[in-house]
């Protein structure tokens, strides 16, 4: 059976070797995040006691998207692109 080619889709944005443009989607989603995020800062005060399984819910949002900067930024530095994060800005 012949394999079929897989369609190369690419209009304005870069193609970083995953098939169908989904960059629109997932900066909308991270809007959202970021949205979510400022409200629950206003929402909290310092010394505020949270349940645990929110601070378990929040620490693992912060990995999983922490990791998934560092994934897309080394991806884009492997095509030549800049770093958009300076040694000092980032968090470890």
């Known amino acids: 059976m012949a394999r079929r080619k897989r369609a190369k889709y ?15 989607m997932v900066r909308n989603q991270l ?3 970021r949205r979510d995020a400022d409200a629950l800062i206003k929402m ?10 929110v601070a378990s819910k929040v620490a693992t949002s912060e990995d999983r998207i922490a990791v998934t900067r560092d ?5 884009l530095e492997g095509m ?3 770093s958009f994060f300076l040694a000092g800005d980032r968090k470890k």
Do not use: F, H
């Not at 909290?44 to 399984?53: M, N, R, T, Y």
């Not at 994934?71 to 991806?75: G, N, P, Q």
């Open 10 to 24: 690419r209009l304005n944005g870069r193609d970083l070797g995953y098939g169908t443009p989904n960059g629109g």
């Open 31 to 33: 809007m959202t995040i």
């Open 44 to 53: 909290l005060e310092p010394d505020d006691e949270v349940p645990g399984w």
């Open 71 to 75: 994934y897309i930024e080394s991806k």
């Open 80 to 82: 030549g692109a800049t």
